[in-house]
């Protein structure tokens, strides 16, 4: 129940989601460890990072940074071109899908990802409270 796990669990069970990373993400492979590390600092009255490569969430935890990720949505497959498939007696068959199809996820993908990630870091915050008054 880290947090990065259940925002990868909720982004990825969204239609033609096929990737989550958060933070430096898959980028961060080709940083040492040193140039991943975020130093907390004394900013003011309060205690931050000198940096966010870690998007907010460290050791399963928010570390109270702004939490980013990515989601990758794949390309809609379902087009108009004929395209070649086997049918359920083992067929080969050329396939050529009817009706209407959108192209592109983009749209609704972006209001549903931040639904997502709200109804995900809302439901952690309610466990915490549950498990405090246990």
């Known amino acids: 129940d880290k947090v990065q796990s ?3 669990q909720a982004m ?3 239609n033609a989601a096929h990737g989550f990373d958060y933070g430096k993400g898959f980028n961060g492979v080709n940083l040492k460890g040193s140039e991943m590390n975020d130093a907390f600092v004394k ?3 309060k205690i931050t990072t000198k940096t966010n490569r870690s998007g ?3 050791g399963g935890i ?8 990515r989601v990758l949505f794949k390309p809609v497959a379902t087009i108009s071109k004929k395209q070649q498939t086997v049918d359920i007696h083992s067929k080969e068959i050329e396939l050529e899908a ?3 199809h959108d192209p592109c ?3 609704r993908a972006v209001p549903i990802v931040e639904a997502m990630a709200a109804i995900t870091l809302l439901d952690l915050y309610l466990l915490s409270k549950a498990n405090k008054a246990l």
Request: no cysteine.
């Open 56 to 58: 907010g969430i460290q």
């Open 12 to 14: 990825l069970s969204i």
């Open 43 to 45: 900013n003011e009255d």
């Open 105 to 107: 996820v983009l749209g």
């Open 62 to 69: 928010s570390n109270g940074e702004d939490i980013y990720f």
């Open 98 to 100: 009817r009706g209407r």
């Open 6 to 8: 259940r925002l990868a």
